[in-house]
């Protein structure tokens, strides 16, 4: 019973997900349909900080300046 819950959460946040993402645009249905067909596998060390050669730390330009910055008291 336990497995069918689990694969009925896991397909409706699928369907949700794919629905959700159409209904606003944010969706790349080509890389979709490619990733969904394995010719796009996923590389779970693209996940990591560095993996495409960036900084894992925040250029000036991101960072706040101090007139931005707000006091916590």
Do not use: Q, Y
């Not at 689990?6 to 645009?25: E, S």
């Not at 996940?47 to 925040?58: F, I, K, Q, W, Y």
């Amino acid at each position: 019973m336990s497995e069918c819950r689990a694969l009925t959460n896991f397909t409706g946040n699928a369907v949700a997900t794919l629905l959700i993402g159409k209904w606003t645009n944010e969706i790349d249905l080509d890389v979709a349909r490619a990733t969904l067909s394995g010719d796009n596998p996923f590389d779970e060390l693209s996940l990591e900080p560095d993996a495409h050669g960036t900084s894992t730390n925040a250029p000036e330009a991101a960072r706040p300046s101090e007139s931005e910055k707000v006091a916590v008291s």
